[in-house]
C-alpha cells in the first residue's frame, strides 16, 4: 500500500506541476480581456444652440437734457404725488425739473419791447405810404386837369387862329370892295360930272325949242342919277372904311385872344411839368415807403423771432418727460448749475416702457450668420437662479466692433416683462436655438469620437480595410484603422467645431462590441448639442450599446500594496482610456 501510496503522490505532484505550467502559459499567451465603457442610442428631442453673454437693456430709454444752463431749483412730482427721483413713474409733459429762468425772462421782455418799437415802425411807414399814394393821386388827377385844360387851350387857339384868318379874309375882301367902290366912285364922280356939265347947260337953256322938255328931263334925271351914284359910292366908302375898322379891332381882338391863349397854354404846360415833378416825388416816396416798410417788416420778423426764442429758453427753463415712462436714473440735485455748451447734459434717463425689455447679446463673427430675426432665445438671469426667461431675435446690429482682434456683433433679443420681473442692466447667460429636432436617434459625442487601437478591431475588419487603396480618406469614408487614430490624436488638442455650423448631415462611424474585439457602424451625423448628436443609421437601433471610451484596468488585491520590483507575470499592461470627456 505503501508503494502505491508514493506513485500517487509522485502522480499528483507531477500533475499539479503540468497545470500550473499549462495555467501559466495560458496566462501568458492568452490576449488580454479588455473592457469598456458604454452608452446606448437612445430617440428623443434635440435643440442645437449657440451660448452667448448679454446685459438686459429697457426696449427705449430717452436720454433727458438740458438746452439752456443755469441753476436747478426744484424738482416735479410724478404719477403718485411724489418728487421725481429713481423709479418715479411720470406721464408724457410731467414736469421734471426747474431752472432758475430769471435771466431768460429778462430777455424776453426786453426782446417784447423791441418787438412793439419796431411795429410801431411799420404802422409810421404805412401811414406814410398811404399819404404818399394820395398826393400822388392828387397830383395825378391836377396833371388830367391840367392836360385838360391845356387841350382846351390848344382848342380854343386853333378857333382863335381860324377866326383871325376869317377876319383877315374878311378885311381883305372889305378892303376888295373899297378899292372897287373907290374905283366905282371914280366912275359915278366922272359921270357925275358930265351929268352936271350936261344939267347946267340944260338949265341955262331951260324947256325951250332950242332943248325939248323930254332932254331937259333926261339930262336932269342922268344929274340926280350920277349924284345918287356918287353919294351911294362915297357911302359905301365910308361903309366899307368902317367894316374895316371893325374887322382891324376883330382882327386885334382875335390876335389878343391868341396871345392870351397861347400864355394860357404855356402856363399849363408849366404847371403839367410841375405836377410831373409832383408825381416823381409822390412815386419816389412810395417806394421809399414801400422799402421802409419791407425793412420795418424784416424787422418785426427779426424781433418775433427773437422773441420767440426767448420764450423757448424761457420754456426750456421747464424739464419736461416728452414721453411716459420711468426714471430709471437722476443725475443732477436741487442747486446743482448745468452748464449746456456743445453738449446738452444729461439730467434724467427715461425708460419708455419696462414692459418690454431687449437683451443686447455680443456674438461672435463666427456665429453670427446662424442668427436670424425671429428665431427664439432662452436666456437665465444669475439673479433668478432655476428660472428660464424665454424671447426672441428682434434684429441684428450692423456696426461691429473688435476687442483684440475679435469681432463681434450685437445681437438685440427682446422678451416680455409685464411681471417687472426683469430690471436693467442684469446680465443674461443666452442660448440663440439654431435647430431643433424631435423623435430621432441620439448618440453621445464620446461615441463620435472614440476611436479603437488596431489591435482591438475585429481582424475581418482590418483585412478588409487594408485590401481597400490608401486613398487618404477622412473620416467620413473607409479608413484605415491606424491612419485614424493618428488623424485623431492630432485633432485632440483642437476645439471641435460645434456641429450646428455645418450644412446637411456629415459622416462618421461609432464601435459596437464583437466578443473581444470592437467592430464600426456607419452613420450619417446631423446637429449636436454638445453632448448628443443627432445621427440616422439602418444598423442602429434604441439601446444599442455602443463605445465611448476604455475603463482602466486594476490589480486584483485592490488597495494592497505593491512592490514595483516584484515581477508581473500573466498581466496584461493597463492602457490609458482614449475616450475624451463631452464638453
Excluded at 199 to 217: F, H, M
Excluded at 452 to 468: C, F, G, N, S, Y
Excluded at 556 to 564: E, S, V
Aim: hydrophobic share 40%.
Amino acid at each position: 500500500m505503501r508503494k502505491y501510496f508514493g506513485l500517487f503522490i509522485w502522480l499528483f505532484v507531477i500533475a499539479a506541476i503540468g497545470g500550473g505550467a499549462f495555467f501559466f502559459y495560458h496566462r501568458v499567451t492568452a490576449a488580454p480581456e479588455r473592457s469598456y465603457r458604454t452608452a446606448p442610442v437612445k430617440r428623443g428631442s434635440l435643440v442645437s444652440s449657440i451660448s452667448a453673454t448679454g446685459v438686459v437693456e429697457p426696449e427705449e430709454v430717452v436720454d433727458i437734457g438740458a438746452q439752456v444752463a443755469g441753476r436747478i431749483n426744484s424738482f416735479g412730482t410724478d404719477k403718485s404725488g411724489k418728487q421725481v427721483d429713481y423709479g418715479s413713474v411720470v406721464e408724457a409733459n410731467t414736469v421734471l425739473a426747474q431752472i432758475d429762468a430769471s435771466l431768460y425772462e429778462s430777455d424776453l421782455a426786453q426782446a417784447k419791447a423791441q418787438l412793439d418799437v419796431d411795429t410801431a415802425g411799420v404802422a409810421k411807414a404805412r401811414a406814410d405810404l398811404e399819404t404818399s399814394k394820395a398826393k400822388l393821386e392828387q397830383a395825378k388827377s391836377d396833371s388830367e386837369t391840367l392836360k385838360a385844360k391845356l387841350d382846351q387851350a390848344n382848342s380854343d387857339l386853333t378857333q382863335f387862329n381860324a377866326k383871325l384868318e376869317q377876319v383877315q379874309s374878311d378885311l381883305q375882301q372889305f378892303n376888295a370892295k373899297v378899292e372897287q367902290t373907290k374905283s366905282d366912285l371914280q366912275q359915278f364922280q366922272a359921270k357925275y360930272e358930265q351929268a352936271q356939265r350936261d344939267w347946267a347947260r340944260a338949265q341955262k337953256l331951260g324947256p325951250s325949242d332950242a332943248l325939248s322938255q323930254e332932254a331937259y328931263d333926261a339930262f336932269k334925271g342922268v344929274y340926280e342919277a350920277a349924284l345918287a351914284g356918287v353919294n351911294s359910292a362915297k357911302s359905301m366908302i365910308a361903309q366899307a372904311d368902317a367894316n374895316a375898322v371893325s374887322q382891324k379891332a376883330v382882327i386885334a381882338q382875335a390876335r389878343a385872344n391868341i396871345e392870351s391863349q397861347k400864355s394860357v397854354i404855356a402856363q399849363s404846360k408849366a404847371a403839367i411839368e410841375s405836377q410831373k415833378s409832383v408825381i416823381a416825388q409822390a412815386s419816389a416816396a412810395i417806394l421809399s415807403s414801400d422799402a421802409a416798410i419791407k425793412q420795418a417788416q424784416g424787422t418785426v420778423a427779426h424781433d418775433v423771432a427773437g422773441v420767440s426764442r426767448a420764450q423757448q429758453n424761457v420754456d426750456y427753463c421747464t424739464i419736461k418727460s416728452p414721453v411716459k415712462g420711468v426714471i430709471i436714473d437722476r443725475r443732477v440735485n436741487i442747486g446743482q448749475t448745468v452748464v449746456s455748451s456743445l453738449n446738452a447734459p444729461s439730467l434724467f434717463l427715461l425708460a419708455k416702457n419696462l414692459n418690454r425689455m431687449q437683451v443686447w447679446v455680443s456674438m461672435n463673427e463666427a456665429d453670427i450668420g446662424n442668427i436670424k430675426p425671429g428665431q427664439p432665445v432662452t436666456f437665465t438671469i444669475d439673479a433668478f437662479a432655476g428660472r428660464v426667461f424665454k424671447g426672441s431675435v428682434r434684429k441684428v446690429r450692423l456696426n461691429a466692433t473688435m476687442t483684440q482682434n475679435v469681432v463681434t456683433y450685437t445681437v438685440e433679443v427682446e422678451t416680455d416683462n409685464s411681471s417687472g420681473t426683469l430690471l436693467p442692466y442684469m446680465t443674461a447667460n443666452a442660448q440663440f436655438e439654431v435647430a431643433r429636432r424631435e423623435d430621432v436617434l441620439l448618440v453621445p459625442n464620446a461615441a463620435l469620437r472614440y476611436v479603437p487601437k488596431p489591435d482591438e478591431i475585429a481582424p475581418d475588419v482590418v483585412q478588409e480595410e487594408e485590401e481597400k487603396p490608401a486613398r487618404g480618406q477622412g473620416r467620413s469614408g473607409s479608413e484605415n484603422p491606424s491612419t485614424v487614430k493618428a488623424e485623431t490624436t492630432a485633432k485632440s488638442d483642437t476645439p471641435e467645431k460645434p456641429a450646428h455650423v455645418k450644412s446637411g448631415m456629415g459622416r462618421a462611424r461609432v464601435w459596437i462590441k464583437d466578443g473581444n474585439f470592437l467592430r464600426p457602424i456607419r452613420i450619417r451625423t446631423g446637429i449636436t448639442d454638445g453632448v448628443n448628436t443627432e445621427v440616422k443609421s439602418d444598423e442602429l437601433t434604441e439601446e444599442t450599446m455602443l463605445i465611448v471610451g476604455k475603463q482602466s484596468q486594476t490589480s486584483a488585491d485592490g488597495d494592497a500594496p505593491k512592490n514595483p520590483f516584484a515581477p508581473q507575470l500573466g498581466r496584461p499592461r493597463s492602457s490609458q482610456s482614449s475616450s475624451t470627456q463631452p464638453k
